[in-house]
């Protein structure tokens, strides 16, 4: 399995200019660590508000199990909402929290 | 989550007709308000053209008391009452098992059992996934267990038995593959401290039992898996006489059976063929998946057709549903004079989003008249295959991709925990079966405006650029076309599909073929289309069934010798693999998808032949095309299709244009990989592209196909003056225009 290398800060840097399109083929692949796997845990965006709001919940074990709340992120935009994500993941999978600037 | 919601009896109708509108306030409201409106354009989004919609005044619009409806989900066979019930005594049951959720609650396999009245019989799997009989005299239950686990997804045959005289009960587990280490065989005798009291006027009912009062056709205890070849007799038979009952009714047993039914027969209908001389046939309930196979099938047979006795098997799930079957709130009657299009009623019990609904629809012109030279052909079929789906969060797969995090509104939540709305046949049910059914009888929460730009949300982008620009049209469905032919097309000089056409039937294939073979026009006007064989169902309006088969992008993948359809004995699976690629019909075929960001097209030599001048009208041969938009950014987005020669892009099209730079995100389909490999997707694989093509077809017939379901998303940008707009409206005065092309 791929694992993502906390020094590629490089990387980070990319997703953030550009969240969605064209990714260099190594960004593809922390993306498709990060995207893959299964459903438990998953972070998912709850629309609270029509083309507004988000919310941060993650996946129950089984389809239909309660999505639990994420506090603390409230998101006004998809893209910021990928940006936080990346970070939270980025730190889960590397063991590092993901600073840059 | 969703504060109400509701359905109509009828999808396609035409003025004058009338229409049954069923609504449920699932949060209490008391009272709830109805509007009828034609709708525009449901891209509510910012960065779209709004939400657009025409009330249109009608008695029928109004306050309606609010209620709560409920829908019995779950497939079963009903066997109506019998005296041979009622007077039962002693007995025997015995069947072919195939469980897919052993240890998923207690499960009936067959029943003459009420749960209220405590009486009767019933064969289940019990808690613990192993064989049980439950027995009741109306004041107490017992239950006798083997305690055994049946193996999921494994054979077993299962019998009971019950002598009433010595109140002997022997049961019977026995699996069918012989293997090591297998603990799943069991038998048992074991002595009871009741007679059991047969409920009166119950049905015998299979993979459920009856848990209503009176006449309440409540059910519960649904069975997941598969039931073969079940029996009941009126003694209890020996374990030879059961062997002999397993392939039918043996003169010697004839005065002893009760039922012996027989699920190879009938198997395109609901119809359930009793062999005994009692005849006790029952119907099966909900769109149970019939044309499974039996215990029998050895890899030989494929087509169900050929040895419907390997397909002896029916599949149950406790989430199947056919018709909510919900009581009307009103009754809708079009005016007249009400010109087609797409309509709904909207339904209102609050201001908030989750407080509204669209219970849409299809009005077709008068019977037997065009009011327009063109119709827009409704991809109902393809509304329906994805109605209520479940797959873009359930799916593993979904986010990595959409290359995007998954999104879930109110509507996905309310469904998220409402199974018992229904499955589509993008989702697999409870046992991780695909669920190879879905019927528009039900709110179908999915072909909504206001909601997500695919399919139906973006099918009115389509409609919309028609009334930003003053074209009148017709509108049609899916499955008018299936019942209609292509009567339902001649009258028209261009039909206009809308962004993903995905699922036809032979029917709908032929008609559209010999319409373009007539002189017609077809205006391809998305992408993944002409991709899916389906049937629907001959009796039951308003379902479709399929088998995804050994290819195509697909969210679950049927069993072996599973690929034939049960409706119609057709081998359902790509049409691809009938010999009927697209790119045979409309020029290019899907190839890739991706989900992140849309492109553009740049405009090829084919642009430039003078046979396809008339489609470039305004646009500049270095211009990109279609760079913009509301779906990703471009018009060649989502799933893309391309020509190709050898599936049937005929030799005269012209390539007129193809998109380029699409992301990592867009990958290959797999029936266009011999093998896996690197390199599939939208930075490396040609293949990973849209291509645009025209040709002519006989008698001054045309095709003209833009291959992107993002295509109808770029046509309102710049207040429809762009190139996608241009484009469009170039070939749709061309193909209005009577001059043979």
Redesign the interface.
């Known amino acids: 399995m791929y694992e993502i290398d906390p020094e590629r800060i490089d990387l980070a840097r990319e997703f953030r200019a550009q969240p969605l399109g064209r990714h260099s083929g190594e960004l593809q692949r922390v993306l498709n660590r990060m995207r893959g796997g299964p459903n438990a845990g998953r972070y998912i965006l709850v629309c609270t508000e029509r083309h507004k709001e988000w919310r941060l919940g993650r996946m129950g074990a089984r389809p239909g199990d309660p999505i639990e709340p994420v506090p603390g992120h409230v998101f006004h935009s998809s893209l910021e909402a990928e940006w936080v994500v990346f970070k939270l993941r980025w730190q889960e999978l590397t063991g590092r929290p993901l600073t840059l600037d | 989550m969703l504060e109400i919601v509701g359905y109509a009896d009828r999808h396609s109708v035409r003025p004058g007709e009338r229409l049954k509108i069923m609504v449920s306030c699932e949060a209490g409201a008391k009272r709830f308000r109805a509007q009828l409106a034609r709708l525009i354009c449901g891209d509510?989004?910012?960065i779209g053209p709004g939400y657009k919609e025409q009330p249109i005044a009608n008695a029928a619009n109004g306050d309606y008391p609010g209620r709560r409806q409920t829908i019995e989900v779950g497939s079963s066979v009903v066997v109506p009452p019998s005296p041979h019930f009622d007077t039962l005594h002693s007995f025997s049951l015995q069947a072919f098992v195939w469980p897919t959720l052993p240890g998923r609650g207690r499960q009936t396999i067959l029943s003459l059992w009420s749960e209220p009245g405590r009486t009767g019989l019933a064969l289940v799997m019990d808690e613990d996934g192993g064989l049980a009989l439950l027995l009741g005299d109306g004041k107490h239950e017992e239950i006798v267990r083997l305690g055994a686990p049946m193996i999921g997804r494994e054979w077993y045959f299962v019998a009971a038995s019950f002598d009433a005289d010595s109140r002997r009960v022997e049961l019977y587990q026995e699996p069918l593959a012989r293997r090591a280490r297998d603990g799943s065989a069991a038998l048992k005798q074991a002595t009871v401290n009741l007679t059991p009291k047969m409920p009166q006027g119950a049905s015998f009912l299979m993979a459920a039992h009856g848990a209503g009062e009176g006449d309440s056709p409540l059910m519960a205890g649904h069975f997941n898996g598969k039931i073969e070849a079940p029996r009941l007799a009126s003694r209890a038979l020996t374990r030879a006489e059961m062997e002999a009952l397993k392939q039918g009714v043996p003169a010697a047993l004839e005065g002893s059976v009760v039922g012996a039914w027989d699920f190879a027969r009938d198997i395109p209908t609901d119809r359930i063929h009793d062999l005994s001389a009692n005849r006790l046939d029952g119907a099966a309930v909900n769109l149970p998946t019939r044309a499974m196979k039996g215990h029998n099938w050895q890899g030989e047979v494929f087509a169900w057709t050929q040895a419907p006795e390997q397909y002896a098997a029916i599949h149950f799930h406790d989430d199947d549903l056919y018709d909510a079957g919900w009581q009307p709130d009103f009754d809708l009657t079009l005016p007249d004079d009400l010109k087609s299009g797409i309509y709904a009623v909207r339904l209102s019990c609050g201001e908030r989003?989750e407080q509204q609904a669209f219970v849409t629809f299809f009005v077709r012109p008068p019977k037997g008249q065009a009011t327009a030279p063109i119709a827009f052909l409704a991809s109902t079929a393809t509304y329906i295959a994805y109605a209520n789906s479940?797959h873009g969060?359930?799916d593993?797969l979904s986010?990595?991709c959409y290359?995007?995090?998954?999104?879930?509104?109110?509507t996905e939540?309310f469904l998220?925990?409402r199974?018992d709305f229904g499955r589509s046949t993008y989702d697999i049910h409870a046992d991780g079966s695909g669920s190879c059914f879905s019927s528009r009888l039900r709110p179908i929460l999915n072909s909504r405006p206001?909601h997500r730009i695919w399919n139906f949300g973006a099918d009115l982008h389509i409609i919309d650029w028609l009334e930003a620009s003053g074209q009148a049209y017709d509108v049609i469905t899916d499955e008018d076309l299936h019942h209609e032919g292509v009567a339902l097309l001649a009258p028209y000089r261009a039909i206009l599909t809308g962004s993903h056409p995905e699922y036809h039937s032979r029917v709908m294939l032929d008609a559209i073929e010999a319409y373009l073979g007539r002189g017609g026009r077809l205006m391809y006007l998305g992408g993944n289309g002409f991709y899916w064989r389906i049937a629907w169902h001959p009796s039951k309006l308003g379902v479709i069934e399929i088998r995804r088969g050994e290819n195509g992008t697909r969210t679950w993948i049927a069993e072996p010798g599973e690929y034939y359809l049960a409706c119609t004995g057709e081998l359902s699976g790509l049409w691809r693999n009938s010999g009927l690629a697209p790119q045979a019909l409309v020029g290019v075929g899907y190839a890739s998808e991706g989900f992140?960001?849309s492109s553009y097209y740049r405009r090829l030599p084919g642009s430039f032949d003078p046979r396809a001048a008339f489609v470039f009208e305004g646009v500049d041969k270095n211009e990109r095309i279609g760079d913009f938009g509301s779906v990703g950014g471009g018009a060649a987005g989502l799933e893309l299709d391309i020509a190709d020669r050898l599936l049937g892009t005929p030799p005269h099209a012209l390539v007129l244009a193809s998109s380029e730079?699409?992301?990592?995100v867009y990958v290959t389909t797999p029936e266009e990989l011999m093998s896996a490999y690197p390199g599939i997707?939208?930075?490396e694989d040609p293949k990973v592209r849209a291509d645009m093509v025209f040709f002519e077809t006989p008698d001054g017939g045309g095709v003209f196909s833009v291959g992107s379901i993002a295509w109808p998303g770029s046509l309102a940008h710049n207040h429809y003056d762009n190139n996608i707009a241009r484009i469009t409206g170039n070939v749709l005065r061309r193909f209005i225009d009577p001059k043979p092309l």
């Open positions: 509510d989004s910012p989003h479940h969060w359930n593993p986010e990595i290359g995007a995090l998954i999104d879930l509104g109110p939540m998220d925990q199974p206001q992140d960001v730079r699409h992301s990592n997707d939208g930075i």
